[in-house]
């Protein structure tokens, strides 16, 4: 099963997903961000604002929604 390399910013409640090995994501305001895909998983920032979402049922948002920060792929 694939893991979920993704993480809610708990100042702007924006949820970013890292899909690819480089694919470095930045939430809306900037404090935080998530890397690495699923070879590993990088996340920074202001780490006092990072949910990490271990699976897809700790999404609020649907998954379509999660894939709209990925341009290209």
Do not use: W
Request: glycine share 10%; charged share 25%; proline share 3%.
């Amino acid at each position: 099963m694939k893991k979920l390399n993704a993480i809610r910013c708990l100042q702007c409640l924006d949820v970013i997903q890292s899909r690819s090995t480089h694919d470095f994501v930045r939430c809306s305001c900037g404090s935080v961000f998530v890397d690495g895909g699923q070879d590993y998983q990088r996340v920074g920032g202001r780490l006092e604002l990072i949910d990490i979402l271990m699976s897809a049922t700790d999404c609020p948002q649907p998954k379509v929604e999660l894939f709209e920060n990925v341009g290209g792929i």
